[in-house]
């Protein structure tokens, strides 16, 4: 039996967790088939020519379930439509072999920064380990050893402070609080640690924002592994062991089989240098198995072991809240639970719900048909943009986190002595948005779950006393909204609705028409936006823009948003409300 030493590995934080990232070309690594996958058990990996870094390529395959070797967290599986978990996550496991150097703890900077270039630099796992419960301070040390020499000749108690944590612990019990207050070593125990208790729901599950440990390492002592024995030669041995703190530097993967001989100079001088100063054996080079677990894999690594050969792994999604949208092709459909799994655990906490969209918008509200695939099926969530908070529900209203920006922009256009009207308004990412800069905000939409929201949104964030909600067809709205005493007031109107708002312009023809001339009236700037797919986009607009208005000179300034599929623009347009057309004397029959 191997003696091992379990060591948890935490994910390096400095390193960010990425969850996309571009397709690795394996091109020379063979890429086992889906089955063989959820299959094989005990299979090692092909042996292959020697590529750098982690992959699930690499490595040995976990044997089934001893149960050291696997991941403390374990996972309840997901389950199929037919009640069948989805896959195994300990087919993701990897085993690797290391070679580490045990050193004190005090030294293990200075030696890091020596081996530099020596030492495993694998993402999101830290080439120092520590050793839990292997922090021993001085004066702990020395009360142990006496112990252990036998000035405390009580040999069962000895037997039982094999562990120095448990040591410890069982100082701790016994010392009375006077006691326990004098003594600083046990003083230290006492206070609560600064790490949080790991809290456990009802089911014994995690709770969505915990860590979980993604790889450990595991040392094999060298008194009890055959193949250690002389691992560093004759004149390294014989020395006193180190008994305070020690960390474990782990070495490249390259030097994983290799004998002391074989190791580069600048690991050999290490333990040279310690004999020079006759310090040997604080320092031992041991062997160790560092195991990735399922967590430790990135969501395209592991896609790409299970979609068959040659397929494009989807490596991007929108996030709406807790929702990670999917735009799944045809081909992804067949393995679409296994993928929405995928992307919920390694997007856990942040996503709780991953959907896919059933079909391109084309209802009046602009609404998804969206059907969730894997995690909690509330399609109601709180979206945060630019400091504000939305509540949305996903199946009845629109919302686009990518016109942030395009959002942020209009905005900027706006001061504290303009009047808003925003007709295709949703929820109210612009109008909640502009109520913050401006005078006062008419916002209106057709739907009455957007208005709902756009009301409940309003008050969340404390501006309801500067929006008027509105719940008509944009048409009527324009209409009321400028044959009013508020038409005076009005500086901007924002029709957000790219599908057909130009064609809603005409609302504006003959807006003052009933007003006498030599009034001083306002002429709003227009904020107009649409979709275009001809060869001149802006050309193309602005032409839709004027038959509208029926104008032949609209002096529009247009920009592109954004390209929203191959060839098919976004474009906002404003203008100022041409005079012509607010007097005009036909009118629109609303
Ligand atoms: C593309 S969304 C834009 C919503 C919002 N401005 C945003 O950025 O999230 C268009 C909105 O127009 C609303 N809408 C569609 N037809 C409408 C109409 N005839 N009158 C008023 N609103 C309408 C839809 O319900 C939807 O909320």
């Keep these: 039996m191997e003696a091992m030493k379990l060591l948890h590995l935490k994910p390096n934080s400095l390193l960010p967790f990425t969850i996309f990232s571009i397709k690795r070309s394996s091109s020379f690594l063979p890429k086992p088939s889906i089955l063989s996958l959820f299959c094989s058990t005990q299979t090692q990996t092909k042996t292959q020519t020697f590529s750098y870094g982690p992959s699930l390529h690499k490595g040995k395959i976990a044997p089934e379930t001893p149960f050291q070797t696997q991941n403390p967290i374990t996972h309840q599986p997901e389950v199929g439509e037919d009640n069948n978990p989805l896959f195994d996550e ?9 070679a580490a150097l045990r050193v004190p703890a005090n030294d293990c900077f200075a030696l890091e920064n020596g081996l530099r270039g020596h030492l495993l630099n694998w993402p999101r796992v830290k080439n120092i380990a520590r050793v839990p419960g292997d922090e021993i301070e001085e004066e702990m040390m020395t009360f142990f050893d006496k112990r252990k020499d036998g000035e405390e000749n009580n040999e069962e108690e000895n037997e039982e402070f094999e562990s120095l944590v ?4 069982k100082l701790a019990k016994e010392f009375n609080y006077r006691g326990f207050v004098k003594f600083k070593n046990l003083a230290k125990i006492s206070r609560p640690g600064k790490r949080k208790k790991k809290k456990k729901n009802g089911d014994g ?13 595991e040392v094999l002592e060298e008194e009890e592994e055959d193949e250690m024995k002389g691992l560093l030669g004759e004149e390294f041995k014989g020395g006193r062991k180190w008994k305070g703190s020690t960390r474990l530097l782990l070495l490249d993967e390259r030097y994983g089989d290799k004998g002391f001989e074989e190791l580069p100079q600048a690991i050999k001088a290490v333990f040279v240098g310690e004999t020079i100063e006759n310090r040997s054996s604080t320092i031992e080079l041991v062997r160790c198995k560092l195991t990735l677990f399922y967590d430790y894999w990135q969501m395209n690594e592991i896609l790409e072991t299970m979609l068959p050969e040659g397929m494009i792994i989807p490596s991007a999604f929108e996030t709406v809240g807790h929702i990670a ?24 906490p942040k996503i709780q719900t991953v959907v896919n969209k059933i079909d391109v918008i084309q209802n009046d509200y602009r609404t998804m048909q969206l059907e969730v695939l894997a995690g909690n099926h509330s399609l109601v969530t709180t979206v945060v943009e630019n400091g504000l908070r939305f509540r949305v529900d996903l199946a009845k209203v629109y919302w686009n986190s990518r016109l942030a920006t395009e959002r942020l922009r209009l905005l900027s256009g706006f001061n504290r002595n303009d009047v808003i009207c925003d007709v295709f308004s949703g929820v109210g990412p612009i109008a909640v948005s502009a109520a913050k800069i401006v005078k006062r905000v008419y916002a209106n939409d057709l739907n009455p779950f957007a208005v709902e929201y756009l009301e409940r ?17 944009g048409r009527r709205f324009i209409n009321a909204m400028f044959s009013s005493e508020k038409a005076h007031s009005i500086t901007h109107v924002v029709m957000n609705l790219p599908n057909d708002a130009a064609e809603f312009l005409d609302a504006f023809r003959g807006v003052y028409r009933n007003q006498p001339r030599d009034k001083e009236f306002n002429f709003p700037m227009i ?18 823009i004027r038959i509208a208005l029926q104008e032949v000179a609209v002096n529009v300034d247009m920009r592109r948003v954004r390209l929203v599929a191959p060839g098919k623009y976004m474009l906002c347009a404003s203008f100022i409300l041409p005079k012509s057309v607010a007097f005009a004397e036909c009118s629109l029959n609303v």
């Design 90 to 98: 300990q087919k993701f496991t990897r085993v690797f072999h290391l």
């Design 205 to 217: 599950e995690m709770k969505g924002n915990e860590r979980k440990e993604c790889c450990l390492v």
């Design 457 to 473: 949104n309003s008050v969340l964030n404390k501006l309801e006393k500067k929006i008027k909600v509105f719940n008509m067809d």
């Design 527 to 544: 904020h107009v936006y649409g979709f275009s797919k001809a060869r001149d986009p802006e050309f193309d607009f602005h032409e839709r």
């Design 325 to 348: 949208h999917l735009n799944l092709k045809d081909e992804h459909l067949p393995y679409k639970n296994v993928i929405a799994k995928v992307v919920l655990d390694k997007n856990k």
């Design 166 to 169: 448990l040591y410890r612990e």
